[in-house]
């Protein structure tokens, strides 16, 4: 089975503190994507990263930084320093190769940054 | 601007009466998908189109029913809607690649409210 499990619902941090979004995920393929999305109170989607399984190194880009496990089946998500902008709902989702061209997202994290 | 387009954004509608939601994008995109958003269910995939005719179902297809006549468009079809179709429905598009569609970022729509009395 194919899923993606985003255990905290709501996080709420006051800003400049450092945040980690859990995503956790279950696939029978051996090969397959992961990805964050933000959406923020707009409501539109935005990518934020991909990572295929063959690719377990950490990725930083400014103060978002992501860690890939494969041990854990994690991919998860890390805001440092945060700032009232980076409040949004957060998706994990994840696409496998071989599962027909389907992707599959978690329920999304709400995260509040409080200035 | 390249960009997926859909319509109606906003819709309150009756029980029962058919309604349409389009889909466009300019991005010559070969795989378009929608998924409806829920509270506590984050998004969940409805139909899904590889190329031109080509179509499958999501995880949640019931009541929905898609077309893809042209490459650009992917319109969504509730024949006769029910009160729990009332979401936020989102399409996307992306390109196929090497690596399948599921390789690929999604670019999503702004998102089309539809409430069903």
């Known amino acids: 089975a194919q899923k993606v499990t985003q255990a905290q619902t709501e996080i709420s941090v006051v800003e400049k503190e450092d945040v980690t979004l859990d995503c956790v995920y279950e696939t029978r393929d051996t090969t397959y994507y992961l990805f964050w999305y933000k959406q923020p109170p707009s409501g539109e989607l935005v990518f934020l990263i991909r990572?295929?399984?063959?690719?377990?190194q950490n990725e930083i880009s400014g103060r978002y930084s992501w860690n890939f496990q494969k041990s854990t089946s994690s991919f998860n998500f890390t805001i440092t320093a945060s700032q009232v902008v980076d409040s949004a709902v957060y998706f994990c989702?994840?696409?496998?190769?071989?599962?027909?061209?389907?992707?599959?997202f978690g329920t999304g994290t709400s995260l509040t940054v409080i200035p | 601007e390249a960009q997926v387009t859909q319509n109606p954004r906003y819709l309150i509608t009756v029980t029962g009466k058919k309604l349409t939601v389009t889909c466009s994008q300019n991005?010559?995109?070969?795989?378009m998908s929608w998924y409806r958003q829920d509270p506590g269910l984050g998004l969940r995939q409805i139909y899904y189109?590889?190329?031109?005719?080509?179509?499958d179902k999501g995880d949640v297809p019931e009541g929905y029913k898609v077309s893809r006549k042209e490459k650009r468009n992917f319109p969504l079809i509730l024949e006769s809607p029910s009160p729990n179709q009332t979401s936020l429905y989102f399409c996307?598009?992306?390109?196929?690649?090497?690596?399948?569609?599921?390789?690929?970022?999604?670019?999503f729509g702004a998102g089309s409210r539809l409430t069903v009395l």
């Open positions: 996307a598009s992306s390109f196929i690649g090497t690596g399948g569609s599921g390789a690929n970022v999604l670019t």
């Open positions: 189109s590889m190329n031109v005719e080509v179509t």
């Open positions: 991005m010559n995109h070969e795989y």
């Open positions: 990572r295929n399984s063959f690719d377990e």
């Open positions: 989702a994840l696409s496998g190769h071989n599962t027909g061209n389907q992707f599959y």
